[in-house]
């Protein structure tokens, strides 16, 4: 298909603002009479705030004033695990209490060291299976897991339940969460290979490099937030609700998102910014909420860790023919998220279980706030299930890579729990190019060579997370220039999905992309709702609503053409900036003419007059607002079937030095499927950055807390071993499959979250393979575990750690 | 209780001395209330986190007779406040010192090693996180250790010489000083030391509280290196979990003297297993005047690791100390 | 609004909270003593961009405080505050820096640049910025301009590097949305530019 736009590279408009350093992030706006706020957070990881004499912190000199949970919740802190704005019972060390503003934030600091908090002590736990056992500390006071619609339970096993399961039996509780199909007994029968065993995979921080500060200040009613965010206008629409003022009184502002990652997208996971929101309320002036590094640690999100158990059968042809998983979920202290079943979830799609059992349960613990992260669930299983696919490809005299192109998912393919079918799969055509590109049948030879100390591991993993959504709604407007203004909700946070996305309603009206502009960044300039930019949805769901609204555009414009140049519409084509007629190219009007009779005419073609009646609230408050001021598309677009897959495939050779537990990695091939590839400079950056990302997992990251005191061990980046460019390849070579799905008009789907599974998966199969095939079970197998290993060490094992070593 | 995170500077006095008499005279004046600083880079998030509060820093970076790197009669002299970028990359180090080349080359990142000094590398604070979060153990003027009990968190921490504290040597340079037989120069008020490498760092049985001999009102002001080892066969190697930042889990830093195969004479220390930098005396006894071989590797590895005491998560660091030293003799990876 | 905050104790409060009332301070007033000599006078002239600019400067405070607050130049992002992510790297004499872990009255004697002052007086990008568009090196952007000054100062010193060069003289910048290999292509690419 030969497209205008889609399928090639552009400048992003914000591109030169980041190189250049004027775009600007939440903490760097200021205005006159700003004040700066610093929050007071728990030291301690369970308690109840009894009182806060704040007396001698107020009279200060600089001190404006502070905001308490008090102030932000008078009918009492909403029941749940949800983080609050703050809070009275911290549930986590470093859950905010309270905020001061002062005239500087080291006045702040100083006048935070005086407020006199007293804190009744509660128990904590920081291993989830410590909670469990009879007796346990719980968490939350109610208990050690919420239940939706029930509310808080103490969830106890029995001291024999516990015991198994830390020995790595399969779980014999009753789990809260559970799905099953197929025939799981007889598919297990069938079996030629068995695996079974536990496993643990760590849970850790999202780290985006910008911290969640957030500048509020309010102007004749209004509120204008300054906030940080993956999406726009979806997580605008319930930040109002969060802060308690209406939609039409809000103006976010939020150009440009240093990083979310899955934690930035839904007011929910970001309700701190309500606090500078709130407290310039209170305190009548403009309040800059710095948050810091060790705080965005704590609040800013983290992964659900797993403790599991897991059994998967073989045919002998190699075929999977059952997978069985009981999986339990770290709740973390705040939070929480449906990782474990997006798990059992992926395994499905991706390895196309002919029968499969998933039960799962999430306990808490008072370790940091929970919530989606990159790849929630499909990534933590991806390192699990890949040396589990090796294992069973040994035993069953198969190549590695065989037995995946025996399982992967293909066209017609059907996934989870619902048997729903696949938009589309390309899974073989990745694989395949990956190979190629890697040379696998020449590097397989490799797998446990020698050289030294040293050793070759080869490694092949898939990654997959669904990748698109729909129902959302689009705006675009035909300015009396004969630009076009694309008005998108899409957040700004690295994918560059606001702009790409875009592209997709210039291509309908085949516009230069020099004669449009993407207007986005502040919801006062007045744009629709969007899903959340999480889930690798955006590239999916947003050229479907551009180019919807693109189609009400053109058919306005081609209407408009036939009033004044007669015949119907149908007569009528685009190009080179007109509307003219088909038959007699010379008779048609120009962009800027059209442009300027839809703004004459008004009514329909202004949004003034029937507009779509099934418009999210927000886009129709967005359409009022601009109704009137130009020839506008307005679009609300129906639900897609099926489930859109994104996949990326992955083939990674590593040299592991026996002496050291180090590895480098040689060479590290990943491939894309993700439908038609609308940019492809935007892909390559999701490929490498998603690789960084499953390096990380599998090799480096850990929530770290100390039992003893329920510290945090690792809260900055030194300690939470974020991958640095000296912990990545120098190349990583990229391609992609560039195939269309039906279910987008011009065949997207997105990429963002398999990208890190694939290579997180194939890492680990590395390692093992260079260990002779040993299963650690773990994420993240960090040098001492090799080392370990290797030396016969297993005094410091604790198989099912959670929030610490693994030994 | 600290419930909020600190992360600015609070108010604290700066002197930037210009000449040797005013910073020494600063530093007999304050004493422990005037902190030293060459690079800051082991300073300012001590201060942000007002986990220490020094009334004033003693800046030492503009007295030119403390930087550069000059030829003495027998061997090198290295002033304390030359950064280490500057270290790694001076032909001379690199000719004839090139484990100290090498060494300063690991530390940190590039960076920090284009302000951080070797005096100041040398002189690091412990690297612990519970000493660093700011808890009261005995580094820390208290009477607990949280690292050296049943369920601390101690991969990184030491296996030998526990004495209550059982944090390690953090520095890459220190364990490279103490193999090429360097001396520190310490000055006062009251006049100059000379301190051999070895003797610079002081453990937990010791002094509790102190990485180094220093005393209040002394400066490291020149770090010297003889002639003894220059050109010698030299090997380097940190291990650490991440490539650049972290901290060595085990390293290694060796110099010997190989003649025809035969090891004639060699100095070894291992960094990040003890509080000091681990001097391997036995080890090099029994290379001394022996072939090289694998087998003459595997036994100093075995020698080199005798007496370890592992605490709850660093046995791994008994296998790859030996590695390390099996790779210094063999001397390659 | 807090009642007890008349207009007078504001202004006190800004002042006092800026004033170094230290314990030296008051030791050697109280003895006696004149200001020991060598330490600082707050109000300072540094070279930025080019710009000599008068600036009042604590003792305490460090390059990326002054920058940003004090000068308005947001450009240099605090990512870690601790040195431990490169967000907020400069160049002073062309020399890569954390400017939150040095302080401005260490670097005042010193060209300090920032990623603002790059571009040339017309307009054009820096070949370093210019190839970062390019390449789309950015993501999310907030390492991007630490990453820009850390290739520049590498380039500087290295104007021909191998990849591997390139890779060092960036492993003190983090990127968390792993654009590494982007990054390297840009440097890479700027560096043919010349």
């Not at chain 1, 849970?203 to 300054?226: D, I, Q, T, V």
């Not at chain 1, 299983?381 to 192109?405: F, H, N, Q, S």
């Not at chain 1, 790409?500 to 449009?516: G, I, N, Y």
Request: charged share 20%; with cysteine; aromatic share 6%.
């Amino acid at each position: 298909m030969a497209y205008m736009h889609i399928g090639k590279d552009f400048v992003p408009q914000d591109v030169p603002g980041k190189v250049t350093g004027r775009i600007k992030y939440s903490e760097d706006y200021a205005r006159d009479g700003m004040v700066y706020a610093r929050l007071l957070t728990s030291p301690i990881p369970h308690a109840r705030v009894v009182n806060i004499d704040a007396s001698a912190a107020l009279a200060m000199e600089g001190v404006f004033g502070i905001l308490t949970a008090d102030d932000v919740y008078p009918d009492g802190e909403p029941d749940g695990t949800g983080l609050k704005i703050l809070t009275n019972e911290p549930t986590l060390v470093g859950e905010p209490i309270l905020a001061l503003a002062a005239v500087d934030e080291k006045t702040a600091e100083t006048a935070l060291e005086a407020i006199i908090v007293t804190f009744e002590r509660l128990p904590f736990v920081m291993d989830p299976v410590d909670s469990l056992a009879p007796g346990g500390p719980d968490a939350y006071t109610g208990g050690n897991t919420f239940v939706f619609r029930e509310g808080f339970k103490s969830e106890k096993w029995t001291a024999d339940q516990v015991a198994a399961f830390r020995a790595g039996s399969e779980p014999t509780a009753e789990p809260q969460q559970q799905f099953a199909y197929g025939e799981l007994e007889a598919a297990f029968a069938s079996s030629a290979y068995i695996y079974e065993g536990s496993f643990a995979t760590a849970g850790y921080p999202h780290h985006s490099m910008e911290p969640r500060s957030a500048f509020a200040y309010w102007e004749n009613g209004k509120l204008y937030l300054h906030g940080t965010s993956q999406s726009l206008t979806a997580l605008a629409a319930d930040m109002a609700g969060i802060v308690g003022v209406p939609i039409e009184d809000l103006v976010f502002i939020n150009e440009a998102t240093g990083g979310g990652f899955g934690q930035r997208a839904r007011a929910g996971s970001i309700p701190s910014m309500a606090i500078p929101a709130k407290l310039s309320q209170k305190i009548n002036r403009p309040v800059m909420m710095r948050v810091t590094r060790e705080e965005e640690f704590t609040i800013g999100g983290a992964r659900q860790g797993f403790q599991g158990w897991i059994k998967c059968g073989f045919k002998a042809d190699g075929v999977m023919a059952a997978a069985d998983m009981w999986i339990l979920s770290d709740n973390g202290g705040k939070g929480g998220g449906g990782d474990a079943f997006s798990a059992a979830d992926c395994i499905s799609i991706l390895y196309q279980a002919e029968a499969m059992r998933f039960r799962g349960t999430s306990i808490g613990s008072n370790t940091a706030h929970r919530g989606a992260q990159r790849g929630p669930g499909q990534n933590q299983i991806a390192p699990i299930i890949a040396p589990i696919l090796d294992k069973a490809a040994a035993e069953l005299g198969l190549d590695r890579l065989a037995i995946r192109m025996l399982n992967m998912p293909k066209n017609g393919d059907v996934g989870g729990p619902q048997r729903q079918p696949l938009t589309s799969a390309y899974m073989p055509e990745a694989l395949n190019m990956g190979a190629t590109m890697f040379n696998y049948p020449e590097r397989i030879t490799r797998s446990r060579q020698r050289k030294g100390s040293k050793v070759t591991g080869i490694g092949v993993g898939e990654g997959y997370h669904n990748a698109g959504r729909s129902g959302m709604d689009g705006i675009v407007r035909l300015m009396p220039d004969g630009r076009l203004a694309v008005h998108n909700g899409v957040g700004n946070l690295g994918t560059y999905s606001y702009a790409s996305t875009s592209r997709a309603a210039a291509e309908v009206l085949q516009m230069p992309w020099e004669r449009v502009d993407v207007i986005s960044g502040r919801t006062d300039r007045h744009l629709p709702i969007t899903s959340p930019q999480d889930g690798s949805n955006s590239i999916f769901t947003n050229t479907r609503t551009n180019w919807g609204a693109a189609q009400d555009l053109l058919v306005k414009m081609k209407e408009i053409a036939a009033m004044d140049l007669g015949g119907t519409p149908a007569d009528y084509s685009v190009g080179d900036e007109r509307i003219f007629k088909t038959a007699d190219t010379t008779s048609g009007m120009t962009f800027a003419e059209i442009g300027q009779r839809g703004l004459q005419l008004g009514g329909k073609f202004t949004g003034e007059a029937e507009v779509p009646e099934d418009l999210n609230d927000f886009t129709k408050l967005s359409v009022s607002r601009l109704a009137g001021s130009a020839l506008m598309g307005i679009f609300h677009d129906p639900r897609h079937n099926n489930n859109p897959p994104g996949f990326t495939a992955t083939f990674i050779e590593i040299e592991l030095d026996t002496e050291t537990g180090k590895f480098d990695i040689i060479e590290l091939v990943t491939i894309g499927e993700c439908g038609t590839v609308v940019h492809p400079q935007g892909l390559k950056n999701q490929l490498v950055g998603g690789a960084v990302w499953g390096i990380g997992l599998s090799a480096l990251e850990q929530h770290l807390y100390d039992p003893q005191n329920g510290l945090p061990a690792s809260t900055g980046y030194w300690q939470s071993k974020v991958p640095t460019i000296l912990d990545t390849p120098s190349k990583i070579q990229t391609g992609w499959v560039d195939l269309p799905d039906p279910e987008n008009p011009v065949g997207a789907r997105g990429i963002g979250e398999p990208s890190m599974g694939a290579v997180s998966a194939a890492l680990t199969a590395a390692i093992s393979d260079a260990l002779d095939g040993h299963v650690f079970n773990a994420a993240p197998i960090t040098a001492d575990m090799i080392l370990n290993h290797l030396a016969g060490i297993t005094t410091d094992a604790v198989p099912l750690a959670q929030n610490n070593y693994r030994g | 209780m600290v419930a909020t995170s600190h992360d600015v500077m609070p108010d604290i006095e700066l002197y930037q001395p210009t000449d040797e008499a005013n910073a020494l005279a600063l530093a007999g004046t304050l004493g422990r209330d005037g902190w030293l600083l060459g690079g800051g880079q082991d300073t300012f998030g001590w201060l942000k986190d007002r986990n220490k509060t020094p009334a004033a820093m003693i800046e030492l970076t503009q007295i030119d007779a403390w930087k550069g790197i000059k030829e003495i009669a027998d061997g090198i002299e290295i002033g304390a406040v030359t950064t280490l970028t500057e270290i790694a990359n001076n032909p001379l180090v690199q000719s004839r010192y090139g484990l100290l080349a090498q060494a300063a080359g690991h530390v940190a990142s590039p960076q920090i090693r284009n302000v951080g000094t070797l005096g100041g590398n040398l002189v690091q604070d412990a690297r612990c996180w519970y000493y660093r979060r700011g808890l009261d153990c005995y580094r820390a003027g208290g009477n607990i250790c949280y690292a050296d009990s049943p369920q601390g968190l101690n991969r990184e921490h030491a296996i030998f010489g526990a004495s209550r504290c059982v944090a390690v040597s953090p520095s890459d340079t220190a364990p490279a000083l103490v193999a090429l037989e360097a001396t520190m120069v310490v000055q006062s008020e009251s006049g100059q030391r000379l301190i051999p490498a070895q003797d610079f760092f002081v453990g937990p049985a010791r002094d509790i509280v102190n990485m180094t001999v220093l005393n209040a009102g002394e400066i490291l002001t020149a770090i010297r290196i003889p002639n003894t080892w220059a050109n010698a066969e030299f090997y380097f190697e940190k291990v650490a979990d991440r490539n650049v930042w972290d901290f060595a889990l085990v390293s290694v830093a060796a110099v010997m003297k190989v003649s025809g195969g035969v090891i004639e004479d060699a100095r070894i220390a291992c960094g990040a297993v003890e509080c000091v930098p681990r001097r391997l005396e036995a080890v090099e006894n029994a290379l001394r005047g022996q072939q090289r071989s694998e087998q003459l590797a595997n036994q100093a590895a075995a020698i080199a690791s005798e007496g370890a005491r592992p605490l709850n998560y660093n046995h791994f660091k008994v296998p790859l100390m030996e590695n390390l030293v099996k790779r210094a003799v063999r001397g390659q990876a | 609004m807090n009642p007890k905050l008349t207009r007078r104790r504001f202004i006190k409060g800004v002042i006092a909270s800026g004033a170094a009332a230290t314990s030296t301070t008051i030791w050697y007033a109280a003895n006696g003593a004149d200001r020991p000599a060598g330490s600082v006078e707050r109000l300072i002239r540094i070279n930025v961009n080019g710009q000599v600019r008068s600036v009042d400067v604590a003792p305490q405070e460090t390059l990326a405080s002054t920058l940003r607050y004090k000068l308005g130049l947001t450009g240099t992002k605090l990512g870690c505050n601790r040195g431990e992510c490169g967000a907020c790297t400069v160049l002073v004499d062309s020399v890569p820096t954390y400017a939150c872990s040095v302080l401005t009255h260490s670097m005042k004697n010193g060209l300090i640049e920032t990623v603002e002052g790059l571009e040339s007086p017309n307009g054009d990008l820096h070949p370093v910025q210019q190839a970062f568009v390019d390449e789309l090196s950015p993501q999310c952007g907030y390492c991007t301009p630490g990453q820009i000054m850390a290739a520049v100062g590498l380039l500087r010193a290295n104007p021909n590097p191998t990849r591997e060069q390139a890779r060092q003289g960036l492993a003190g910048n983090i990127c968390r949305c792993g654009s590494y290999d982007s990054y390297l292509d840009g440097v890479m690419r700027a560096a043919q530019i010349g």
